[in-house]
């Protein structure tokens, strides 16, 4: 009986607990004013303060973003930076078991625990395809001051109207061949209409090397439910594949272009939390396609490290944004140093 009566007590507490309605897209007052009906660029650039100038016409760049849902910034970071980011990178690679780097591997035989410590990747594995080198800026110096680059900030601010959060990075050697997507539905903020991404070329892109592919415009595509809203989780009961195929069928629908981003290295490629992507097969396995990720939100929307919910975090700054130090791995907390000089 006493049984009977608890599972009795929970039926009746799961019916009058309050459903809570699945978010099924942005809400349109927290939206960056970019994004909302008729945004005046002139008239926000007349009064907005500018904290630093950088090297393009940012009227310009604001204009595009708005319609397109990316900008793309060239020569915009000096290419002796970026060798110095991937010799870091590479002596991770080559020496794991002398430091504390997670990296994520999206193989097959891995999809029961894809993030592992370097040092627990065996060496063909961790130096090949499918592999990405999660937070490395919390060890560098240089990361953090090329995630933080004035250039990527000057419009990123003006893009939130507030300071820039740098949120997390992954590194690539290899092309990343993922499916289309749009970043919102798994890197996630307090308000989570204010997202944005970097996407730096370390070396010049080759078609034959799994290149970014984007749809330009598909910023403004209505929302894809996984079944409980917007973000894919646990919970969800639609997958990644059908978030592709709905995102492939709608840009298509709407007459929207994919692109190819053949870039050299140096540029950069910011993109809307909204934009369709996703990464071309690759064509030659011996040719690398190295780039830096970066996301990032806005200081009223990433308050905290997401690994350190409701602790101030460490801040690391530059150009008048934040970063986070790893709350997990003080220790290594950039243990490489030669950007100091920089």
Same mark, same amino acid.
């Given at each position: ?48 303060? %500018?904290?630093?100038? $950088?090297? *393009? ?7 595009? #973003? /708005?319609?397109? @849902?990316? &900008? ?31 990296? %994520?591997?999206?193989? $097959?035989? *891995? ?7 370097? #040092? /627990?990747?065996? @060496?063909? &594995? ?217």
């Amino acid at each position: 009986m006493t049984t009977i009566a608890n599972r009795l007590k929970s039926v009746i507490k799961k019916t009058l607990q309050p459903t809570t309605k699945p978010i099924t897209d942005f809400e349109y007052n927290s939206l960056p004013w970019i994004d909302k009906k008729t945004p005046d660029v002139s008239g926000f650039l007349s009064t907005y303060p %500018r904290r630093n100038e $950088p090297g *393009y016409d940012l009227a310009e760049k604001l204009r595009f #973003w /708005q319609q397109r @849902g990316y &900008v793309i910034l060239e020569q915009a970071i000096a290419t002796t930076w970026l060798d110095q980011l991937w010799a870091e990178t590479q002596e991770v690679l080559t020496n794991p078991a002398n430091y504390k780097v997670n990296v %994520r591997i999206d193989r $097959p035989e *891995y999809a029961a625990s894809p993030v592992q410590e370097a #040092w /627990q990747v065996p @060496g063909p &594995v961790l130096n090949g395809p499918y592999i990405k080198v999660m937070d490395f800026h919390n060890s560098s110096v240089a990361g953090k001051k090329i995630m933080l680059h004035p250039n990527i900030i000057s419009f990123l601010e003006a893009v939130f109207a507030e300071k820039v959060v740098a949120m997390q990075s992954l590194l690539f050697k290899y092309g990343s061949q993922q499916a289309t997507h749009q970043d919102f539905a798994y890197v996630v903020s307090g308000n989570p209409s204010h997202l944005a991404a970097a996407w730096i070329a370390l070396e010049d892109v080759h078609i034959t090397s799994g290149p970014l592919y984007y749809y330009p415009g598909s910023h403004t595509l209505k929302k894809f439910n996984f079944g409980n809203g917007i973000f894919f989780n646990g919970e969800s009961t639609r997958t990644p594949g059908d978030f592709a195929a709905y995102l492939d069928a709608a840009a298509r629908a709407k007459g929207l272009t994919r692109e190819t981003l053949l870039i050299k290295k140096g540029d950069v490629l910011l993109w809307h939390a909204s934009l369709a992507h996703g990464g071309h097969p690759i064509q030659d396995e011996s040719q690398t396609r190295k780039s830096f990720v970066c996301h990032y939100s806005s200081a009223t929307a990433y308050r905290h490290h997401r690994l350190a919910v409701g602790i101030e975090p460490v801040r690391y700054s530059y150009n008048g944004a934040d970063v986070f130090a790893n709350p997990t791995l003080t220790d290594q907390e950039d243990i490489f140093r030669t950007g100091d000089a920089w």
